[in-house]
């Protein structure tokens, strides 16, 4: 005689995530002044699509890149809080130095709190090529609200010796190079991130963290002089943000059954 257990199983799986593309800009649009323009197709590749807001005239766009010209600040109008904030990701982009004297430019994130260059806890500097005592100076710390980074930097010694190992030639410090923010969520809110360039490691396990939750935006500045070097400053391109990117829910129900 069969004997009917009836056993059923109800599986929901709510908000599965995954790494994905929070933000991908790839700058591919004809040149023009308006770093804006043609923004929801060049950040297609992303679930997020914003446009810069702040001091515009010191940038543009020039061979499929921004052309960052001058000092002024911009920031990414969107917040990336829920894509970073708790999880592991990776900030990257595509960066050529074509400044020659000792002025920089910067990319970095910014908190309800750290809302400035400042006291932004990941993010980094790239110096022009005459300036002789440093090529990165990368952000990070875990001081009070507001306080200022903590700052490693990495001289052209430094890195030629890295390039060296790794590559048998001198850092080039006017080529494109990839640049990587690569973050592990730690307890308590501490993480850490590898600043990775053209794949080597440059600085391990950088601690940081930020005092806020709640908001994660992107901004750039720097000191280059308007058109200084004949118009060049620094170029950049493919600025990406992968996090944790929710998808489609999804509703899952299994039933089994059984006999004896
Ligand atoms: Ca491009
Ligand atoms: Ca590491």
Redesign the pocket.
């Known amino acids: 005689m069969k004997k009917w257990i009836g056993l059923v199983s109800l599986c929901l799986v709510c908000s599965e995530a995954w790494a994905g593309t929070a933000f991908m800009d ?3 649009t004809a040149d023009t002044i308006d770093i804006n323009s043609n923004y929801a197709t060049r950040q297609a590749g992303g679930v997020v699509s914003a446009q810069y807001t702040g001091n515009q005239d010191w940038y543009a766009i020039g061979g ?2 921004l052309v960052h010209r001058g000092g002024g600040e911009i920031v990414l109008n969107a917040n990336l809080a829920d894509y970073l904030v708790g999880h592991d990701f990776e900030i990257s982009l595509k960066q050529t130095m074509l400044n020659t004297n000792s002025n920089w430019t910067a990319v970095y994130l910014t908190s309800a709190t750290e809302p400035t260059r400042s006291n932004s806890r990941l993010g980094f500097h790239t110096w022009g090529t005459g300036q002789l005592a440093a090529v990165y100076t990368v952000y990070g710390g875990t001081g009070a609200a507001g306080a200022a980074y903590t700052a490693t930097a990495r001289t052209p010694a430094q890195m030629n010796a890295l390039w060296q190992e790794n590559f048998g030639t001198d850092f080039d410090r006017t080529a494109e190079h990839l640049i990587q923010f690569i973050s592990t969520a730690g307890a308590g809110g501490t993480n850490t991130f590898d600043f990775v360039v053209d794949g080597v490691v440059v600085i391990d396990d950088k601690v940081y963290t930020f005092n806020d939750d709640t908001v994660r935006q992107i901004e750039m500045v720097g000191t280059i002089p308007n058109h200084s070097d004949g118009g060049n400053g620094a170029l950049y ?2 600025l990406t943000v992968e996090g944790f990117v929710p998808a489609l829910s999804t509703i899952r129900l299994i039933g089994i059954s059984d006999s004896l």
Do not use: E, L, V
């Open positions: 790839s700058f591919d499929n890149k391109d493919d």
